[in-house]
């Protein structure tokens, strides 16, 4: 069982906390993107990535001198979303990182397919983005079946706690023999379940650890997972589809 997760935007360097372990197995592609952005003008950037003139600039410099295999910080620590701080790498033991290391996967635009301690550097480039002068239109295009592949051979059994962005890059490649195992956390609206993004993201890092704490080998396992007020659902799960409603009752 594999657990596949989304990247963050905000990233942060720390080279003292853990040492990674190992490189990313797609560097090359990685290198292929990073000379591409190095290619683009400060304008062609700034619209590739979508963001202000901050984080544009902030960027920029990053690429000026970014070097793949310097100056590395394990990609679990490297990521400060939502998902990563309540997932609380920082303070995991060392049985539960031999976990997570085995068992999560983090998809990238940039890096393909990360295991949580391997050395990144930080970058900016959201699978969704549409690469200008680049040789494919898109990312997903660029990555194809490759990220799948690599999957399929780790496992037969995936759970997705990544955004929709980066699980299509995954779930439309898979072949039959693997069972692909969609978690929902929501909460009830008349007769329809909506999910709230921020509750989500929470959910889906604490969700990590549950499974790191608890060991879990199986989605069977998984349903146990209580916090935030969340609770499985059984009638409105299936095998391949796992529901945690949020208790009216239960504050978050």
């Known amino acids: 069982m594999k657990f596949i997760i989304s990247p963050a935007k905000k990233m942060n360097v720390d080279t003292d906390s853990l040492p990674w372990q190992e490189l990313p197995q797609f560097l090359d592609q990685a290198e292929t993107l990073k000379q591409y952005l190095q290619g683009l003008t400060a304008a062609e950037l700034q619209t590739l990535w979508n963001c202000n003139d901050s984080i544009a600039q902030q960027n920029i410099q990053r690429l000026q001198t970014m070097h793949l295999q310097r100056n590395l910080t394990p990609a679990l620590l490297a990521y400060e979303g939502i998902q990563y701080q309540y997932m609380a790498p920082q303070v995991f033991t060392q049985q539960e990182l031999d976990y997570v290391q085995t068992h999560l996967r983090i998809l990238s635009g940039f890096y393909g397919l990360l295991c949580p301690m391997d050395g990144i550097v930080p970058y900016?480039?959201?699978?969704?983005?549409?690469?200008?002068?680049?040789?494919?239109?898109?990312?997903?295009?660029?990555?194809?079946?490759?990220?799948?592949?690599?999957?399929?051979?780790?496992?037969?059994?995936?759970?997705?706690?990544?955004?929709?962005?980066?699980?299509?890059?995954?779930?439309?490649?898979?072949?039959?023999?693997?069972?692909?195992?969609?978690?929902?956390?929501?909460?009830?609206?008349?007769?329809?379940?909506?999910?709230?993004?921020?509750?989500?993201?929470?959910?889906?890092?604490?969700?990590?650890?549950?499974?790191?704490?608890?060991?879990?080998?199986?989605?069977?396992?998984?349903?146990?997972?209580?916090?935030?007020?969340?609770?499985?659902?059984?009638?409105?799960?299936?095998?391949?589809?796992?529901?945690?409603?949020?208790?009216?009752?239960?504050?978050?």
């Open 124 to 252: 900016r480039l959201e699978m969704q983005a549409k690469p200008m002068h680049f040789t494919h239109k898109t990312l997903y295009a660029y990555w194809g079946d490759q990220l799948a592949k690599a999957l399929a051979c780790e496992t037969n059994c995936i759970v997705n706690l990544a955004s929709k962005e980066y699980s299509k890059c995954i779930e439309k490649h898979l072949p039959a023999h693997v069972d692909f195992i969609q978690v929902t956390f929501g909460q009830k609206n008349g007769e329809k379940i909506v999910e709230k993004a921020t509750m989500a993201k929470m959910a889906r890092g604490s969700m990590v650890r549950y499974a790191a704490e608890h060991q879990c080998q199986t989605p069977e396992q998984l349903q146990g997972f209580d916090r935030f007020g969340f609770l499985f659902s059984p009638e409105h799960s299936t095998p391949k589809h796992l529901v945690f409603l949020l208790d009216p009752t239960a504050q978050a």
